[in-house]
């Protein structure tokens, strides 16, 4: 009986510490997937030059590659 009682302690001990953990995941994997969505936002952006979107040529960052025609 007693070595029962050891082990229902041990479990429950293990069982909150990976409750836990699993908490802590789950906290850590909200901010990784908002950083996410804000680094494509700013990788949209940066994608964005005078080819493929309505701004004017002088607002490239560079020169658009020359067509050797």
Sequence with gaps: MVL?????SVI??????LLEKIR???AENVVLKKLVVKL????ALLRK???NASKPPSSDI???P???L
């Design 49 to 51: 030059n005078s080819g």
């Design 24 to 26: 802590f995941l789950e």
């Design 62 to 64: 560079v020169k658009p």
């Design 66 to 68: 020359k067509d050797n």
């Design 12 to 17: 429950i001990r293990v069982m909150e510490k």
């Design 40 to 43: 494509q936002a700013e990788l």
């Design 4 to 8: 029962y009682l050891i082990c229902d």
